[in-house]
RNA sequence: GGGCGAUUAGCUCAGUUGGCUAGAGCGCUUCGUUUACACCGAAGAGGUCGGGGGUUCGAGCCCCUCAUCGCCCACCA
């Protein structure tokens, strides 16, 4: 039996028929897999769900990098015989995609939001994330992704929608959620408030400022924000430093920079001596710590900066000013007025928005936060350590089911991190000041009875009756979103009755997933956050495995990135070496956890491999003749040589199961191409000619065998040429020329 | 300031509970058109596993310490 083989595999022309044929088989839905009896229907689940992906990105390394570790996961368990489900789905990233929007309107059309009006804009935005959702979907595809389509979710359709308002009306309800005046992360450029995770902080030099705010208060201070004193009601210092204490409740009333500002002194203790002159002029509007001073001393709030980053008030120069601006003017009237007594260079950190990269400009606002220390009842819990009806807060929540066990972090190193952020972890800021996302499910109400004005807040899943009602204009943090997404996208809150899972419900077979896979820079924003909101919504853990992935760096261990110039665009690199040899590269010596390294050089690398997988094929086909009959006589090599594939099959089979993807990988590349094409293969040519029929029948049965073995453990990894070379190997080896994707490992 | 990690061949990295005569890919040297593959084969060079100390019959792996690099968190006005 001769095969008509080319030389090369051609994944231009198969992979995308490959693709299809999957596709067609129906056999990404695990129902399916049970009607059509490839498993039964009692079999043992394994599910994930795919890390939506934000619709304003197309697919990078990054992401490819993602669905190559979950893929690999997902075949290696549908071909265990697993009831296999992993779920795909988009992200609508609501502030990405808002400003990114913003910006093509801003740039085509010269015209902003408002122009457009809510309504319409919104329209675009959608439309934007549709086109966007379809290249995106394509794309996954493209990389060989066995998932379930017909299962497809997003993050803000109605489904998603309507257990993000499920979701915040219990919260609310449970107090965990309240509205709060509290001083935030303003955004200048955004126009919205970000959560303490959003900021990154960036180390500048800055000026320090030594000063006195008048020539009548004896007190100096230090500061690299002059522009702000316009703000201060008082003066901070150490209720024990000598040099201050006899000014501690005295108040000083002075003139600055136009500004008339009262100032009392008060003693707090976070106030380090040692810091500047030791004592620190309260800005209450402007700084968190500052805040909380005048909270603690009752102490009145001014705010002199509005939401552009412009002053409101001071001398000409100062008011209407951008602060960076109106700070040099302050320094220059602190001069004339022979009060600035110093000024020094620091390294100092500034807040930056991670979306916009403003500097980041806190105000004070009434928000919507979530709190995590509030206590409780929790109506029904699987968490080992928390019981049903017991109280607890949101923290104990998410520290129990890690604590206890029942969720494990892969490598474990990462559950430190996570444990450290629980302890630090203040309110979170879920309302932001944008249009794009959920509209939080609140509304207000003004009444007047008689002289009394009022406002009515209602909080529910749908809106109130009657009239007169106004909806919150604000939306909420895209983390809130996505953090009810191994449940949302299994059928919460619908098939959700009475604290359980509905009987055959995706929520009752599926839930918790298996695995979330995901990169460890999110480990805050998402992995922690699905915790919180599926201990508390459910009583139950998200995920039994939280497997971490790091960066795609390029081979001068630079971040991949657009601006360096060094982005490798993994279509570009699927067209010229295929799908599998970018599987392969990013796979393979990349431990959990670590960065991946890819490079042109290494994809070719493994191009190559996927040739010499195809014709080692194309080689044992050649010569295998069906109409040999005779008895197979093996030799002590041959004998050998299956044993040896024996031990490859358990320790690649623990490996797998283990998570230890890239070692299985290699063991696999290693034993395909340097024992059994190298040496085996070659070993069998002289047999293969051989004049007595039984030692030929022995050679061939051992390279078919060889080669039908690996070829299935190679699937997972190289899941189109594996496909392909299955579906030309003789009948009785490709069982009932079943696919390979459902082929039993 | 607190925490985490890395340091193994020229380069990029594997090496899970200590048993390695230390591996892979790329690169390098020499040779080779033979029933698949030159996107190939054969042979080979190349490492005191960051430094020092310790535990052990035995350490790249465990402990202590120092050095360098990277990341995360907090943030002093």
């Not at 316009?230 to 430093?241: E, N, Q, R, S």
């Given at each position: 039996?001769?095969?008509?083989?080319?030389?090369?595999?051609?994944?231009?022309?198969?992979?995308?028929?490959?693709?299809?044929?999957?596709?067609?088989?129906?056999?990404?839905?695990?129902?399916?897999?049970?009607?059509?009896?490839?498993?039964?229907?009692?079999?043992?689940?394994?599910?994930?769900?795919?890390?939506?992906?934000?619709?304003?990105?197309?697919?990078?390394?990054?992401?490819?990098?993602?669905?190559?570790?979950?893929?690999?996961?997902?075949?290696?368990?549908?071909?265990?015989?697993?009831?296999?489900?992993?779920?795909?789905?988009?992200?609508?990233?609501?502030?990405?995609?808002?400003?990114?929007?913003?910006?093509?309107?801003?740039?085509?059309?010269?015209?902003?939001?408002?122009?457009?009006?809510?309504?319409?804009?919104?329209?675009?935005?959608?439309?934007?994330?549709?086109?966007?959702?379809?290249?995106?979907i394509?794309?996954?595809k493209?990389?060989?992704?066995?998932?379930?389509?017909?299962?497809?979710?997003?993050?803000?359709?109605?489904?998603?929608?309507?257990?993000?308002?499920?979701?915040?009306?219990?919260?609310?309800?449970?107090?965990?959620?309240?509205?709060?005046?509290?001083?935030?992360?303003?955004?200048?450029?955004?126009?919205?408030?970000?959560?303490?995770?959003?900021?990154?902080?960036?180390?500048?030099k800055?000026?320090?400022?030594?000063?006195?705010?008048?020539?009548?208060?004896?007190?100096s201070?230090?500061?690299?924000?002059?522009?702000?004193?316009?703000?201060?009601?008082?003066?901070?210092?150490?209720?024990?430093?000598?040099?201050?204490?006899?000014?501690?409740?005295?108040?000083?009333?002075?003139?600055?920079?136009?500004?008339?500002?009262?100032?009392?002194?008060?003693?707090?203790?976070?106030?380090?001596?040692?810091f500047?002159?030791?004592?620190?002029?309260?800005?209450?509007?402007?700084?968190?710590?500052?805040?909380?001073?005048?909270?603690?001393?009752?102490?009145?709030?001014?705010?002199?900066?509005?939401?552009?980053?412009?002053?409101?008030?001071?001398?000409?120069?100062?008011?209407?000013?951008?602060?960076?601006?109106a700070?040099?003017?302050?320094?220059?009237?602190?001069?004339k007025?022979n009060?600035?007594?110093?000024?020094?260079?620091?390294?100092?950190?500034i807040?930056t928005?991670?979306?916009?990269?403003?500097?980041?400009?806190?105000?004070?606002?009434?928000?919507?936060?979530?709190?995590?220390?509030?206590?409780?009842?929790?109506p029904?819990?699987?968490?080992?350590?928390?019981?049903?009806?017991?109280?607890?807060?949101?923290?104990?929540?998410?520290?129990?089911?890690?604590?206890?066990?029942?969720?494990?972090?892969?490598?474990?190193?990462?559950?430190?991190?996570?444990?450290?952020?629980?302890?630090?972890?203040?309110p979170?800021?879920?309302?932001?000041?944008?249009?794009?996302?959920?509209?939080?499910?609140?509304?207000?109400?003004?009444?007047?009875?008689?002289?009394?004005?009022?406002?009515?807040?209602?909080?529910?899943?749908?809106?109130?009756?009657?009239?007169?009602?106004?909806?919150?204009?604000?939306?909420?943090?895209?983390?809130?979103?996505s953090?009810?997404?191994?449940?949302?996208?299994?059928?919460?809150?619908?098939?959700?009755?009475?604290?359980?899972?509905?009987?055959?419900?995706?929520?009752?077979?599926?839930?918790?997933?298996?695995?979330?896979?995901?990169?460890?820079?999110?480990?805050?924003?998402?992995?922690?956050?699905?915790?919180?909101?599926?201990?508390?919504?459910?009583?139950?853990?998200?995920?039994?495995?939280v497997?971490?992935h790091?960066?795609?760096?390029?081979?001068?261990?630079?971040?991949?990135?657009?601006?360096?110039?060094?982005?490798?665009?993994?279509?570009?690199?699927?067209?010229?070496?295929?799908?599998?040899?970018?599987?392969?590269?990013?796979?393979?010596?990349?431990a959990?956890?670590?960065?991946?390294?890819?490079?042109?050089?290494?994809?070719?690398?493994?191009?190559?491999?996927?040739?010499?997988?195809?014709?080692?094929?194309?080689?044992?086909?050649?010569?295998?003749?069906?109409?040999?009959?005779?008895?197979?006589?093996?030799?002590?090599?041959?004998?050998?040589?299956?044993?040896?594939?024996?031990?490859?099959?358990?320790?690649?089979?623990?490996?797998?199961?283990?998570?230890?993807?890239?070692r299985?990988?290699?063991?696999?590349?290693?034993?395909?191409?340097?024992?059994?094409?190298?040496?085996?293969?070659?070993?069998s040519?002289?047999?293969?000619?051989?004049?007595?029929?039984?030692?030929?029948?022995?050679?061939?049965?051992?390279?078919l065998?060889?080669?039908?073995?690996?070829i299935?453990?190679?699937?997972?990894?190289?899941?189109?040429?594996?496909?392909?070379?299955?579906s030309?190997?003789?009948?009785g080896?490709?069982?009932?020329?079943?696919?390979?994707?459902?082929?039993?490992?």
């Amino acid at each position: 039996m001769t095969h008509k083989m080319d030389s090369r595999f051609d994944h231009k022309k198969l992979e995308p028929e490959i693709y299809k044929n999957w596709e067609i088989s129906g056999f990404f839905n695990p129902d399916n897999l049970i009607k059509k009896g490839v498993i039964k229907k009692n079999a043992k689940k394994f599910s994930m769900v795919l890390p939506p992906p934000n619709v304003t990105v197309i697919l990078h390394m990054g992401s490819a990098f993602m669905l190559v570790i979950e893929d690999i996961m997902v075949r290696f368990n549908r071909m265990r015989g697993k009831k296999t489900l992993w779920v795909p789905g988009t992200d609508h990233a609501a502030i990405a995609t808002e400003s990114k929007v913003v910006k093509l309107i801003q740039k085509k059309e010269r015209k902003s939001k408002h122009d457009i009006g809510r309504e319409a804009f919104l329209k675009r935005v959608n439309d934007f994330a549709i086109e966007s959702r379809a290249t995106i979907i394509s794309q996954t595809k493209a990389m060989g992704s066995s998932l379930d389509w017909s299962r497809e979710a997003f993050t803000l359709d109605d489904k998603r929608n309507l257990a993000v308002r499920t979701a915040f009306k219990r919260m609310y309800d449970d107090g965990l959620i309240y509205r709060g005046d509290r001083v935030i992360n303003w955004d200048p450029k955004g126009q919205t408030t970000i959560s303490d995770d959003e900021v990154i902080y960036k180390e500048v030099k800055a000026k320090l400022y030594t000063f006195k705010y008048s020539k009548d208060i004896p007190i100096s201070i230090a500061t690299t924000r002059p522009e702000t004193k316009l703000g201060d009601t008082a003066i901070a210092v150490h209720p024990k430093d000598e040099r201050y204490k006899k000014y501690i409740g005295k108040t000083f009333d002075a003139e600055f920079a136009g500004e008339k500002i009262s100032l009392k002194v008060v003693g707090d203790r976070n106030v380090d001596p040692k810091f500047g002159t030791g004592a620190l002029g309260v800005t209450p509007a402007h700084s968190i710590i500052d805040w909380e001073i005048a909270k603690v001393n009752n102490l009145p709030i001014k705010q002199v900066i509005n939401e552009y980053a412009q002053m409101t008030v001071g001398i000409e120069g100062v008011k209407g000013e951008k602060t960076a601006i109106a700070r040099k003017a302050v320094v220059e009237w602190l001069k004339k007025n022979n009060l600035l007594e110093g000024e020094e260079e620091i390294d100092q950190n500034i807040s930056t928005a991670e979306r916009t990269g403003a500097i980041i400009e806190p105000l004070p606002k009434l928000q919507w936060f979530v709190d995590v220390n509030k206590e409780f009842i929790i109506p029904r819990s699987s968490i080992k350590g928390i019981r049903s009806g017991q109280r607890t807060t949101l923290k104990k929540l998410m520290r129990t089911a890690v604590k206890n066990g029942q969720i494990k972090f892969v490598p474990k190193r990462f559950e430190k991190s996570y444990f450290h952020w629980i302890d630090n972890l203040k309110p979170w800021c879920i309302s932001r000041q944008i249009w794009y996302g959920h509209r939080i499910p609140v509304w207000y109400r003004k009444n007047t009875k008689g002289k009394l004005q009022n406002e009515r807040i209602y909080v529910g899943v749908d809106k109130p009756r009657g009239s007169g009602w106004k909806q919150d204009p604000d939306v909420l943090d895209t983390w809130f979103s996505s953090a009810l997404w191994t449940f949302s996208t299994l059928g919460w809150p619908l098939d959700w009755v009475k604290g359980k899972a509905k009987k055959g419900s995706d929520l009752e077979t599926y839930h918790p997933t298996s695995i979330l896979e995901t990169g460890y820079d999110i480990l805050f924003f998402w992995v922690a956050r699905m915790i919180l909101m599926t201990t508390y919504n459910l009583g139950e853990i998200p995920f039994e495995t939280v497997y971490l992935h790091g960066l795609v760096r390029d081979e001068k261990n630079r971040k991949i990135s657009k601006s360096l110039g060094n982005n490798i665009d993994p279509l570009d690199m699927i067209a010229l070496y295929g799908a599998d040899a970018v599987r392969m590269s990013l796979i393979i010596g990349t431990a959990p956890g670590g960065d991946s390294k890819i490079s042109e050089d290494k994809i070719r690398g493994y191009r190559n491999f996927s040739t010499k997988i195809w014709n080692a094929s194309r080689f044992v086909l050649m010569n295998y003749d069906k109409t040999i009959t005779a008895r197979p006589v093996y030799t002590k090599y041959d004998k050998d040589a299956l044993k040896q594939l024996e031990r490859i099959k358990k320790t690649v089979t623990e490996d797998l199961e283990n998570l230890q993807l890239h070692r299985a990988g290699e063991k696999l590349y290693h034993y395909f191409w340097h024992t059994f094409a190298d040496k085996i293969i070659e070993k069998s040519k002289p047999r293969l000619n051989s004049k007595k029929l039984s030692e030929r029948a022995a050679a061939q049965k051992v390279l078919l065998t060889i080669l039908t073995e690996t070829i299935k453990m190679l699937h997972p990894f190289m899941p189109y040429v594996t496909e392909e070379v299955w579906s030309l190997l003789p009948n009785g080896h490709n069982a009932k020329k079943n696919l390979l994707m459902i082929e039993k490992w």
